[in-house]
């Protein structure tokens, strides 16, 4: 049996029950939320031990809070209770691949579960593509935050001591990557560490070169992140750092700004924060501005959504979005 509806919160605790539930966060002004319902009703179709749950994030503070929903749609998983995933953004074929994947992982009362697995070439397609993520890719179980083996710990240590940039996989979140991947490098352990899209090896091979020194040659380096915030402000002359994108704004205020900047007549990029939470909070303090969305031409901070309401107010938002004043 197959649920879906809107429930008040808590999450209930009849989802322990099923075998697997997702709870979608959602807002009825967010036109993304409604087009991924539609593709939520789709997979309750064809999932018939799945729970699917709809909450009005903002109606429901203290549940937000607890599971750091800032933006929306936002999808969390659960399976016996516990949170084991989520998915930030309106992305129909992921949100299906994880359904797909954690609904078998869950197991299936009343008969043997069949794995859907990917063809070989479009398994190794997708190696290929995670291994070509990042300069340097760690291929570990758990994440850098919470390591989930002694190995994988003592490898994010000594890339935290050497100053190494990387970035990472948990092959605990996805059985078709662990395995395949043992195959497509010929290494059958955790973690394997790749740059440039060449296994390097897994933690002996790393506390080696580390040993002889010859660790910082083969590794990318990490730039400080003021640095960083510094390239991205100044990536273009008018700079929108927002929840969201051009195309989608994931938050009110960020769907208010996009207006104004569309209707101003001026050419500008944006940053999504929510696919950066070094920058997110980094930039906070960098601007000592701390909220979102920013705003800045020419390298310089112009302020939010209450700053650009005031300067189109004023008629002067076109001249400052062109650096005339």
């Known amino acids: 049996m197959t649920m879906y509806g809107t429930v008040t919160p808590p999450v209930p605790d009849g989802a322990s029950f099923w075998c697997l539930t997702v709870v979608h966060f959602q807002a009825t002004w967010a036109p993304q939320c409604s087009q991924m319902n539609d593709v939520m009703e789709e997979l309750a179709k064809e999932h018939q031990h799945t729970m699917f749950v709809k909450l009005e994030a903002e109606t429901v503070p203290e549940v937000s809070e607890k599971y750091e929903i800032a933006s929306v749609p936002t999808f969390l998983f659960f399976k016996s209770g516990q949170k084991i995933d989520r998915l930030d953004g309106a992305h129909a074929p992921e949100l299906t691949n994880k359904v797909q994947r954690l609904a078998v992982t869950s197991g299936t ?123 991205i402000i100044n990536s273009n002359p008018v700079m929108l750092f927002m929840k969201g994108n051009k195309e989608q704004a994931k938050c009110g205020f960020s769907r208010q700004i996009l207006e104004i900047m569309n209707c101003a007549g001026v050419e500008y990029s944006t940053f999504d924060i929510l696919e950066d939470e070094e920058v997110r909070q980094g930039l906070k303090t960098y601007s000592n501005w701390p909220t979102y969305p920013q705003l800045y031409v020419k390298g310089e901070l112009i302020g939010g959504l209450d700053i650009v309401k005031e300067l189109k107010e004023s008629g002067d938002l076109s001249s400052v979005l062109r650096g005339e004043s």
């Not at 009362?109 to 190794?124: M, S, T």
């Not at 397609?125 to 989930?148: D, V, W, Y």
């Open 109 to 231: 009362p009343g008969g043997p579960v069949a794995v859907g697995e990917h063809p070989k070439e479009d398994l190794n397609e997708r190696l290929k593509r995670l291994i070509n993520a990042a300069p340097c890719m760690l291929f570990m179980k758990g994440s850098p935050q919470e390591p989930r083996c002694g190995f994988s710990r003592q490898i994010v240590a000594l890339f935290k001591e050497k100053d190494v940039q990387y970035s990472s996989f948990d092959i605990l979140s996805d059985e078709d990557v662990r395995q395949g991947l043992k195959t497509f490098s010929n290494w059958p352990t955790y973690p394997q560490v790749y740059v440039n899209g060449e296994l390097v090896g897994g933690l002996d091979i790393v506390k080696e070169l580390a040993e002889s020194g010859e660790l910082e040659n083969t590794f990318p380096k990490s730039v400080t992140l003021e640095h960083r915030l510094k390239s």
